[in-house]
Nanobody, 123 residues
Framework: QVQLVESGGGLVQAGDSLRLSCAAS????????MGWFRQAPGKERELIAF????????YYADSVKGRFTISRDNAKNTLYLQMNSLKPEDTAVYYC????????????????WGRGTQVTVSS
């Protein structure tokens, strides 16, 4: 069965860094475009970073561009999100998700989701 499992979240101070990981199993990882989403309390889920399946083209939301870096290691079936210069407004549950969509895959639909990892950034 397909599973995506996020890890690496935690409690940090503003300005600190974290690296999130998403371990995939039960699927051919290289067939999936992958994205990182986050959802803060009381807010809508938002896509913050995207990476294509083979070429590894990337996309970043303006809110994280220049601070976050998405990457993947297809040999390890793992997706990463390096988060630098963290701000309190980055506090959210972070989810990884995968899509096989061939038409504007960044827009989804995303077929598989992890259960999320909490990132909390204090002032």
């Amino acid at each position: 069965q397909v599973q995506l499992v996020e890890s690496g979240g935690g409690l940090v101070q503003a300005g600190d860094s974290l690296r999130l990981s998403c371990a995939a199993s039960g699927l051919i990882f290289s067939n999936f475009h992958m994205g990182w989403f986050r959802q803060a309390p009381g807010k809508e889920r938002e896509l913050i970073a995207f990476i294509s399946r083979i070429i590894s083209n990337t996309y970043y939301a303006d809110s994280v561009k220049g601070r976050f870096t998405i990457s993947r290691d297809n040999a390890k079936n793992t997706l990463y999100l390096q988060m630098n210069s963290l701000k309190p407004e980055d506090t959210a549950v972070y989810y990884c998700a995968g899509t096989t969509s061939r038409n504007s895959p960044r827009l989804g639909p995303y077929d598989y989701w992890g259960r999320g990892t909490q990132v909390t950034v204090s002032s």
